[in-house]
C-alpha cells in the first residue's frame, strides 16, 4: 500500500510529523515503512502555460516555435520539438531558472537562431511515472487538462509536492490497506481524531429498487451484496486532483467512474464495482457458483473457463463479473455508458484467492478480498463512490441501497483483565494507563471493579479476536522498548546435548582435527544422480517436489556421495586436486511411489579423499592417498566411538565402486552383523565421467553408531611384567586376506597375545606373481608374572603350525 | 731423598709444560697416562719411595700429592677447555634455517554455518536449553495448520512452499519442532528448547536469498513465562553472541505462531551503532523474529493457555554467518569451493 503523505492528512492532522517522522513513527509501531519517496523528483520553477500560437521554426523542420502565456507580462517565446504541441493547450512550461529533474537547469537559450525562453515539458521531464498515465498523455508534451490556472506552480496542480510511503504490511494488518485505516493507525499513535469522508448522498424520489435487484444464492462465497443505481453519467476525465491522488498509490487514472471506484476502495478499503445498468439483464443481481461450462470473457477481452468453485455475479442468466476478481466486457463501462449499477459486497476470501489464482490475476481488489473487507464499510463506501459520481460524473443517484445480507458478523467482545496483560507482559501498567491506549484506538470498553476490561473491537479491526492480540496492541502502544529485561524465574534446568548431538560434534572436531574440510551440500538434486551407487540406496524411490525449480534440483538425496564427487570436480575445474571433504547430513529415503507417510531421514557421514596426502614440502615428498587412508579415517570414528571391535571389513563389488578397492562396513549389532556403509575406490569409469583422479570415499549410516557407541573407558593398569616380542615373515597365495590371518593368529595365541602388528608386505618376482610375503610382530605378555623363553617358542610354533596349516603359509628364514 | 724431591719438581715442570702445548683431547689423555698413568712418570718416581726412611716417606708423598694435584688441574681445566669448544662446534654444525616452513598438524575446518550454528547451541546450552531436532520433510499438520496456519491463512503467501503432496512438504521453518517438542513433552513444564535445523522455501537464488537454508529456533514454556523474560533472554544471547557491549530493539510484527510478535534488531557490532556499511547506516541489524507463542498453538502442543504461558524466537544462520564473517554472497556456503572451507579453520572466538 503506497500512502499519499498528503492524502491521509485530509484524514488526520499530520502537523508535526514530516513523512519521515510519520515513516519512522509508524514503523515503531509495528507497520512497517519501507520507503518514503518524494513525488518531486527535483522539480522546481515549472508552471502553467497556454500556447497562444505555434509556427513552424524558419531553419528546423522538426520545431516549433511558440509563445506562451505563463501568467507573466508578456507570452515567452518557447523552441518545442514535440509534434504534439498545438496553440490552445495548457502545458507545464519549465521557465528560465526552473530545475527538472537530474538538476537539469533551464536557461535562455538559442535554438537553430531562435531564442527559446524556456521549455514545454513532457509528463517524463517532469519526473512522472509514465506508466501512470494515460496513453495520450505518454507522447510528446504533457497536455493538461482544462480548468487550470494559468502561472500556477505544476507541483500543485498535479499533486507533486507530496510524499509517498510506501507500507509493507504483514498479512494481518489488512485494516491499513485503506486510507482510513492508515488514518486510525496514525490516530492510536499521535492520539489524533480521524476525520471521515463526506458520503451525504442527496435525496431524490426514485427508487433503485425499481431499477435493481439483488439476490445472493452462495450464501457461503457472499455475505453481504449492496447496490445502487445512479442514472444519467457522463463518461469523462475525473478531476486532477484526484488524478493526482490515484497516481500517487500507483494507479492509472482511466475515467471518472472507474477512477472513483478505485479512489473510495483506496479511501475505505472496499473494491466497489461499475456495471453499465443498461446491459444487466432488468437489472437483476444473482450471486452464485459458476456452472459446469460456464464462460465468461473478462474486461481484458480473455475468454475464461468457469470452475464449479468460481464465485460469478450474474444477471439471472449469465455470468458478468467474476466476484472480487474481474468484471465481464459484456457490463463493462464504457464513454457510452448512462446508467450506472455500483456494487459493493462482502465476498469470501479463500473464494476470490482461488479465482484468482486459477486465472492469474490478482487486482488491487481481489487482495482486499483475500485478506477481508470490513463489514461495517460496505455501505458507506458505496454511498461515498454514488456522491462523487452524482458530483464528478454528474450522475442522479436513485433513493436507496438495494442489498441483501447473507449472515452479518457478530459483534466481537473480548475481555482482558489488567492483571493478565501485566503478567503477560512484565509491565506494572495503571488502569488509567491501559484506558488510554484502547481509547487512542478507538476501542470502546467497559471497566470491571476487579480490573477486567470488556472491550468492542470495531470491525475494521479483523485480526485481533482474543485477549493476548489485546494485549500486543497494548504493548505496541505502550512501546516495546519500555517492557523491562528480566529473567526467566523458577529452578534452572540443565543444558545438554544428546548423544546423537554429541557424536556429531566429535565427528566434525576429529575430522577437521585430521585435515577435512566440512561441507553442506543441497538436499535436492538431479534425478540421475540418485541412481549413483544403487548400494547406498537400497530399494528407495526418489521423492519428487511436485514443482521443482529445475530438474537439477528436483528430488531429494537419497545419498551424500553423488553430490561430494559433484564438489570435487567443482574444485577440480578450480585447478584444487587435493581434496579432504566430508559432509554428515540427511539422506531421504521411502518404498512408496507416491509418499503416504514421511519418508525416514537417515543421517549419514560421507568422506572424500582425492589427490596427494599432504603436499610437498621442502622436508617431505607429496604421496598420493589410498584405500587404507580412507578407511583409516573409520577406524579412528571406530576407536573415538569405542566400537572398533564391532566393526569389520568385507571386500564387496557395490556398483559404482572399484570391484578390487572397496569394503562393506559391516557393524556387529544386537540384531547380528548389518552392514551400515561401504569404503573404497570410486570405478575408474565414473571418475572418469567426473573428470578425476582416484578418488577415495565412504559413506556410512549414523544411526547404528549412536546405539552402539559406548563411551565409557575401562582402564587396565599398566603391565608390570615385561613383554615378548616375536617377529613372523610368511608367504600366501596372494588372494589370501591378511585379516583372516590376523585373526587366526589371535585365536591361536589366545590371552597371552598382547598385539599383533603388520609391519610390511612384500610382493616381488622373487616370490613370483601369486605370492606375497607378509611380516606381522607378534608382543606376548602376561599379566601376573614373566613368560619364559621356553612357553613363549612353544605358543608361536603354534601359531606358525597354524598359519601353515591354514593359509599353505610358507615360514620366509 | 732430595733427589726425589728434585725428580718429583722437575716432573712438574717438564709435565706443566708439555701441557701447556697441548692442543687436542687425545694428546691430553696420552699426556695424563704418561705422567699420572698406572705406569706413568710420577708413579715411577714414587715407587722409589720404598727405599726411604718412615721420616721422609710422608714428605715425599706430600710433594708427590702436591705434583698429582698440580698437574691434574691443569689436564681438568685443559679438558673442559677442550670440552666447551667440542660442545660450540657441534652447536656450531647442527644449526638449522628456522625461518623454513614446519611440517604443521593436519588442519580442516568445520563448514562456517555449522561453526555459527554450534556457537549458537552453546550460549543457549550453556543457558540451560536442550537441543531438538525434526524431520525435514513435514507434514502440512505441523509445518503451518498446528502454527495457526490454516490452509487458506494469507499469511502462507509469505513463504511458498516445496510440496511433495498435498499433505507433505520441505519444512519452511523449524517451527514444527516446537510442536513436536510440546506433543513430546505430554504437558509438562518448563520447556526450554533450541531447534536447529535445514528449512527450504522457494526463493530464485542470488547473493542473498537461498532456496535451503538453516534456522535455530527457541522455545520456552512455564508456568509464568512473560514478554519481559523474553527481552531478557535474547539480550543476554545477543550479548554473548555480538560482545557484552551489544543492544537490542524490538519492533512490532506479525507472525501466525506467536502474539505479541516483534522483530529484533540487535545493535550493529562492526560500528557500535554509529552506522556503516554493514548495517546500512542505521545501526541496527535485523537478525531475530520472536513473540510470545500464540494460545492457539500452545493448545495445539497440548497445553492450557490459561495455566502457562510461552516465548519463542527463530534466526536465520546464514544472516549470522554473511554478517559475522563479512561474506558477500550466500551462494557460497553451498557451492563449498575448498578455497572458501578453508578460511573458517580458526576456533570459536
Known sequence: MNVSYKWLNEYIDLNGYTGEALAELMTSGGIEIDVVESRNKGVSGVVVGRVVTREKHPDADKLSVCTVDVGGSEPLQIVCGAKNVAAGQLVPVATVGAKLPGDFAIKRAKLRGVESQGMICSAKEIGLNEKLLPKEQQEGILVLPEGMTVGQSILDVLGIDDEV??????????????????????????????????????????????HLSVQIEAVEQCSHYAARYIK??????????????????????????????????????????????????????????????????????????????????????????????????????????????????????????????QIGLR????????????????????????????????????????????????????????????????????????????????????????????????????????????IEEVARLYGYDNIPTTPIEGAATPGAL???????????????????????????THPDRTRLFPALNGSVVPIRLSLPMSEDRSVLRTSLLPQLLETATYNRNRKIEDLSLFEIGSVFHTEETELTRLPQEKHRLAVLLTGSRTSTQWNRKSSPVDFYDVKGVLETVGEVLGISGLISYVAAQPEDMHPGRTAAIVLETERGPETIGYVGQVHPALQLEHDLQDVYVLEIELAPLY??????????????????????????????????????????????????????????????????????????RHDARTLTDEEVTELHGRVVAKLEQSFAAELRK | MDEMKERLEALRTEALNELELVGDPQKLNDLRVKYLGKKGALTEILRGMGALSAEERPVIGQVGNEVRAAIEAVIEEKQSVFQQAETEN????????????GSKLPAGAVHPLNKVAQEIEDIFVGLGYTIAEGPEVETDYFNFEALNLPKDHPARDMQDSFYITDDILMRTQTSPV??????????????????????????????????????IEGLVIGPNIRMSDLKGTLLQFAQLMFGKQAQIRLRPSFFPFTEPSAEVDISCAQCGGEGCRMCKHTGWLEILGCGMVHPRVLEMGGYDPNEVSGFAFGMGVERIALLKYGIDDIRHFYTNDARFLGQFVRMQG
Not at chain 1, 504 to 511: A, N, P, S, V, Y
Request: charge should be negative; aromatic fraction near 6%; proline fraction near 4%.
Open chain 1, 165 to 210: 510511503l510506501e507500507l509493507d504490511l504483514t498479512p494481518n494488518r489488512s485494516d491499513c490497506l485503506s486510507m482510513l485505516g492508515v488514518a486510525y493507525e496514525v490516530g492510536a499513535l499521535t492520539g489524533r481524531e480521524v476525520k471521515l469522508p463526506d458520503n451525504q448522498v442527496s435525496d431524490t424520489t426514485e427508487l433503485a429498487s425499481e
Open chain 1, 232 to 357: 444519467g453519467v457522463v463518461i469523462g476525465p475525473s478531476p486532477q486532483w484526484m488524478q493526482n491522488r490515484l497516481m500517487a498509490a500507483g494507479i492509472r487514472p482511466i475515467s471518472n467512474v472507474v477512477d472513483i471506484t478505485n479512489f473510495v476502495m483506496l479511501e475505505y478499503g472496499q473494491p466497489l464495482h461499475a456495471f453499465d445498468a443498461d446491459k444487466v439483464n432488468h437489472g437483476r443481481i444473482v450471486v452464485r457458483l459458476a456452472r459446469e461450462g460456464e464462460v465468461i470473457v473478462t474486461l481484458d477481452d480473455q475468454e475464461r473457463k468457469l470452475e464449479p468453485h468460481t464465485l460469478v455475479i450474474t444477471d439471472g442468466e449469465k455470468p458478468i463479473a467474476l466476484a472480487g476478481v474481474m468484471g465481464g466486457a459484456n457490463s463493462e463501462v464504457n464513454e457510452s455508458t448512462v446508467n450506472i449499477l455500483l456494487e459493493s459486497a462482502r465476498f469470501d476470501g479463500g473464494t476470490v484467492r482461488k479465482t484468482s489464482r
Open chain 1, 363 to 470: 487486482s488491487e481488489s481481489s487482495i482486499r478480498f483475500e485478506k477481508g473487507v470490513d463489514p461495517a464499510r460496505v455501505v458507506p463506501a458505496l454511498d461515498r463512490a454514488a456522491a462523487l459520481i452524482a458530483k464528478y460524473a454528474d450522475g442522479l443517484v436513485l433513493e436507496g441501497v438495494v442489498q441483501e445480507v447473507a449472515s452479518a458478523p457478530e459483534e466481537k467482545e473480548i475481555y482482558v483483565s489488567l492483571d493478565k496483560i501485566n503478567r503477560y507482559l512484565g509491565t506494572e501498567l495503571s488502569k488509567l494507563e491501559v484506558q488510554t491506549l484502547f481509547g487512542r484506538l478507538q476501542f470502546s470498553f467497559e471497566l470491571s471493579l476487579d480490573g477486567v476490561f470488556k472491550v468492542q473491537v470495531p470491525s475494521r479491526r479483523g485480526d485481533i479476536t482474543r485477549d493476548v492480540d489485546l
Open chain 1, 498 to 524: 544428546t548423544k546423537p548431538q554429541a557424536i556429531r560434534r566429535e565427528l566434525r572436531k576429529r575430522l577437521t582435527d585430521a585435515g577435512l574440510n566440512e561441507v553442506i551440500s543441497y538436499s535436492f
Open chain 1, 707 to 780: 546405539d552402539a557407541a559406548n563411551f565409557d573407558i575401562a582402564y587396565k593398569s599398566l603391565p608390570r611384567y615385561p613383554a615378548m616380542q616375536r617377529d613372523i615373515a610368511v608367504v600366501l597365495n596372494r588372494e589370501i586376506e591378511v585379516g583372516k590371518v590376523i585373526d587366526a593368529v589371535r585365536e591361536t595365541a589366545g590371552e597371552l597375545l598382547e598385539s599383533v602388528n603388520v609391519f610390511d608386505i612384500y610382493t616381488g618376482e622373487k616370490l613370483g606373481a601369486e605370492k606375497k610375503s607378509v611380516a606381522l610382530s607378534l608382543v606376548y
Open chain 2, 90 to 101: 657441534r652447536l656450531r654444525a647442527e644449526t638449522i634455517d628456522v625461518t623454513l616452513p
Open chain 2, 178 to 215: 516446537q510442536i513436536r517438542t510440546m506433543k513430546a513433552m505430554n504437558g509438562k513444564t518448563p520447556v526450554k528448547v533450541i531447534c536447529p535445523g535445514k528449512v527450504y522455501r522457494r526463493d530464485d537464488d542470488d547473493a542473498t536469498h537461498s532456496f535451503q537454508f538453516n534456522q
